[in-house]
């Protein structure tokens, strides 16, 4: 089973601010790597697959990069409305499909 | 536009059984395999559940193995999840999803609560 691993567990952030969270794959899952966001009460929604590929409608200020074992998604300027958990998952070696364990971003 | 509307869940003692239900439209149903993915309160994402397009194959989380078992009715559109042996652990609210490896049709889920 593929372990993911996201860091940190919790960022806490002011709206602007430039934002990096980090996914690391216990083994290479190549460019199979999807981000959601997902914010209280709320369903996941997806942002961001084969590790860079933005979902249609998806501000430009979410990004993804990375391939192998490290991934990143970044968010150029923090607006109000991306305060949230973040997950990525990997779909390359299945079954299971796997999870990271989320990032919350919060307010500084 | 995809639209998965979950349903069945409640509240069950442990030991108890449950069947949900995924009622699928938008896309091509039998073209597609499908997940079922859940979230235990304050927790993240587990993945539960796979079955193939044409249900030759399942897969399950080994959390659940022998005590769940998905399936799928491709004349109604609907995919399901019977659940067996149901365990506190098993609280959450449950997703189904349409395989593209990544998941990106969420509804709004059915709340699986399991207490005595």
């Given at each position: 089973e593929i372990v993911m691993t996201q860091s940190p567990a919790t960022l806490s952030v002011s709206p602007g601010e430039r934002v990096t969270l980090s996914c690391?794959?216990?083994?290479?899952?190549?460019?199979?790597?999807?981000?959601?966001?997902?914010?209280?009460?709320?369903?996941?929604?997806?942002?961001?697959?084969?590790?860079?590929?933005?979902?249609?409608?998806?501000?430009?200020?979410?990004?993804?990069?990375?391939?192998?074992?490290?991934?990143?998604?970044?968010?150029?300027?923090?607006?109000?409305?991306?305060?949230?958990?973040?997950?990525?998952?990997?779909?390359?070696?299945?079954?299971?499909?796997?999870?990271?364990?989320?990032?919350?971003?919060?307010?500084? | 536009q995809v639209q998965l509307v979950e349903s069945g869940g409640g509240v069950v003692q442990p030991g108890g059984s449950l069947r949900l239900s995924c009622a699928a439209s938008g896309f091509t149903f039998s073209d597609y395999g499908m997940h079922w993915v859940r979230q235990a309160p304050g927790k993240g994402l587990e993945w539960v559940a796979f079955i193939r397009y044409d249900g030759s194959n399942t897969y399950y989380a080994d959390s659940v193995k022998g005590r769940f078992t998905i399936s799928r009715d491709d004349s109604m559109n609907t995919l399901y999840l019977q659940m067996n042996s149901l365990r506190a652990e098993d609280t959450a609210v449950y997703y189904c999803e349409k395989d593209r490896g990544f998941f990106d049709s969420w509804g709004q889920g059915t709340l699986v609560t399991v207490s005595s």
């Open positions: 690391r794959a216990s083994q290479s899952v190549s460019s199979n790597l999807a981000w959601y966001q997902q914010k209280p009460g709320q369903a996941p929604r997806l942002l961001i697959y084969g590790a860079s590929t933005r979902v249609t409608g998806i501000p430009a200020r979410f990004s993804g990069s990375g391939s192998g074992t490290e991934f990143t998604l970044t968010i150029s300027s923090l607006q109000s409305e991306d305060f949230a958990v973040y997950y990525c998952q990997q779909y390359d070696n299945w079954p299971p499909w796997t999870f990271g364990q989320g990032t919350k971003v919060e307010i500084k | -």
